[in-house]
């Protein structure tokens, strides 16, 4: 990662922890991301109640936030991990309610070097969704949006990484032994 590049995330990362949220390029779409203590700013930026997701920094921290590491989380996770896959699995009780649905959460290792770096400034975890309201499309990132959104975002982190396939991960949910692929 380059120095300045290393240093506007540097920057985010503060405004994070601090409590703010940040526009930023996650390796599939625009997001939005907060730290795990932001959860109601985010909320009311989408909306919505939750469930929300859940961006690690490596492998080890996504492990931390299982209730049971199954055999098959642990294969599907060394295959897709970092990328633009979602996994949805249970759960240990340890963060706000808005990241879980009936004990399950949704969590990726994001194919995005930046996003990863953001979320272990912030402690490993970052809660996230696309950068959009309630039955918008996903917005740019953009000046004007961050002027126009003013109230919710704090920054925005316009990414030097080319950008995925600007479409949502893939999303797989696993029970025992069994994967189901809902997206």
């Known amino acids: 990662m380059r120095v300045r590049l290393k240093l506007a ?6 405004v994070l922890r601090q409590g703010g949220l940040l526009a930023h390029q996650t ?3 625009a997001g939005i991301a907060g730290h795990p203590n932001s959860i109601g700013k985010i909320q009311r930026f989408k909306q919505r109640e939750g469930p929300f997701l859940l961006l690690a920094d490596s492998l080890r921290s996504a492990y931390k936030q299982a209730r049971y590491i199954t055999p098959a989380l642990r294969k599907l996770a060394k295959q897709s991990w970092p990328g633009a896959v979602t996994l949805v699995f249970a759960g240990k009780p340890s963060l706000p309610n808005s990241c879980y649905q009936q004990g399950m959460m949704a969590l990726r290792v994001d194919g995005s070097e930046e996003t990863r770096y953001l979320a272990k400034l912030c402690g490993g975890l970052l809660v996230s969704s696309s950068l959009n309201r309630r039955g918008k499309p996903v917005m740019a990132i953009k000046r004007q949006q961050r002027y126009r959104y003013s109230r ?7 990414s030097k990484e080319p950008c995925g396939e600007q479409k949502p991960s893939r999303i797989y949910r696993l029970r025992g032994s069994q994967n189901l692929r809902l997206r």
């Open 27 to 29: 390796g599939t779409l």
């Open 9 to 14: 995330v540097l920057r985010a990362a503060k």
């Open 152 to 158: 919710w975002i704090t920054a925005c982190l316009p």
